[in-house]
């Protein structure tokens, strides 16, 4: 069995282990929890603050056989990088910057396309700053965005429709235009809600606690197993 995982920052750590800060236990995430329960492949394909638009071009660059995709959607506030190993929020500017410019990669020793790093495509932050600031004030607009979130999430969808694969779709109801119907697969809100419950910064890679990363293995076990009768 083979799981594909596309989307952001919640599902993005994954295939290896990582000390939690409380006890210094290793820990794994959720996904990785789900695939080792169902002995699947996991094809991970999330990155921190994720774009729709990356997922779509995942899912496009995939050349495995799919049994089940697990799609995380994020709000259309999210400016896709294509050549960085990250996506970007740009309406906290302000207050991301610093960490983005220091970002190496969401584990340590793992083996990154350095020239992916946020810092090996902008001279400065300075020259970053500048562009998305450029960007807000000419080229975005809250409807813009929004229309192109829906057109994005049309795409993938009928991508996978298309495929027959498999679908979950992870998603707070905001998060989809009102317009768009998805048809490859249910949504289910309860991964963020789980998320947002048991939120803890600064501990393990996907910013999600001990306990949510439990939570959210088991319900998504039990909603696999319900929704697709797989055992």
């Given at each position: 069995?083979k799981?594909g995982?596309?989307?952001?920052s919640?599902?993005?750590?994954?295939?290896?282990?990582?000390?939690?800060?409380?006890?210094?236990e290793l820990?794994?995430?959720?996904?990785?929890?789900?695939?080792?329960y169902?002995?699947?492949?996991?094809?991970?394909?999330?990155?921190?603050?994720?774009?729709?638009?990356?997922v779509l071009?995942?899912?496009?660059?995939?050349?495995k056989?799919?049994?089940?995709?697990?799609?995380?959607?994020?709000?259309?506030?999210?400016?896709?990088?294509?050549?960085?190993a990250?996506?970007?929020?740009?309406?906290?500017?302000?207050?991301?910057?610093?960490?983005m410019?220091?970002?190496t990669?969401?584990?340590?020793?793992?083996k990154?396309e350095?020239?992916?790093?946020f810092?090996?495509?902008?001279?400065?932050?300075?020259?970053?700053?500048?562009?998305?600031?450029?960007?807000?004030?000419?080229?975005?607009?809250?409807?813009?965005?929004?229309?192109?979130?829906?057109g994005?999430?049309?795409?993938?969808d009928?991508?996978?429709?298309?495929?027959n694969?498999?679908?979950?779709?992870?998603?707070?109801?905001?998060?989809?235009?009102?317009?768009?119907?998805?048809?490859?697969?249910?949504?289910?809100?309860?991964?963020?809600?789980?998320?947002?419950?048991?939120?803890?910064?600064?501990?393990?890679?996907?910013?999600?606690?001990?306990?949510?990363?439990?939570?959210?293995a088991?319900?998504?076990?039990?909603?696999?197993?319900?929704?697709?009768?797989?055992?």
């Open positions: 069995m799981i995982v596309f989307g952001a919640e599902a993005a750590w994954s295939g290896y282990s990582y000390p939690c800060a409380d006890t210094n820990l794994i995430s959720w996904n990785d929890i789900v695939c080792k169902f002995k699947a492949e996991q094809y991970n394909r999330a990155v921190p603050q994720g774009s729709l638009e990356r071009r995942e899912l496009k660059k995939c050349k056989n799919l049994d089940l995709a697990i799609v995380t959607i994020s709000n259309f506030k999210f400016i896709y990088l294509p050549t960085c990250i996506d970007f929020n740009c309406h906290s500017i302000s207050t991301r910057v610093e960490d410019f220091d970002y990669g969401i584990q340590k020793n793992r990154f350095k020239h992916k790093d810092s090996n495509q902008f001279k400065s932050k300075e020259e970053f700053i500048t562009l998305v600031n450029l960007y807000k004030k000419y080229l975005y607009n809250a409807e813009s965005a929004q229309n192109r979130q829906a994005i999430l049309s795409q993938i009928l991508w996978l429709k298309t495929k694969i498999k679908t979950i779709y992870l998603s707070i109801p905001a998060n989809i235009p009102p317009w768009v119907s998805l048809s490859a697969g249910n949504v289910y809100d309860d991964m963020h809600l789980i998320a947002k419950a048991n939120r803890r910064y600064l501990n393990l890679p996907n910013n999600i606690s001990v306990n949510g990363q439990k939570l959210i088991k319900w998504l076990i039990k909603r696999i197993k319900n929704d697709f009768k797989i055992k």
